[in-house]
């Protein structure tokens, strides 16, 4: 029998499970990251990111962390947003997360 009562949206459920799986939050953060680099998926990655900081922390608190407004967040990590390396860090810190580099993978044939 569920906890909840109701019907929940499958956002809230999203973000009840990224909450509860940590490693989960992280390769959904991941590929959010690698999606960033496709223009093509770009909106994808960036509403990704954005529901990782509501899952840890809510938006208001990633923005202050960021020092921008919750407006401002909500702009930037939208489907046609342009987050800055600010936004970016304020999100993967709320997860307790950072920013690291590595090599790209290119499969030569």
Known sequence: MSKLKGVVSHH??????L?????LAIEYLKAAME???DPDNRAAGLLALRTVAEAYGGLGAVAEQA????E?????LSPKGNPTLRTLLAVLKTVGLRLSVEPEN????
């Open 12 to 17: 809230e459920a999203e973000l009840a499970e």
């Open 19 to 23: 909450r509860a799986d940590r490693e």
């Open 35 to 37: 999606s960033l680099d």
């Open 67 to 70: 020092g921008i407004s919750r």
């Open 72 to 76: 401002s967040l909500y702009r930037a």
């Open 106 to 109: 290119h499969a030569h044939a």
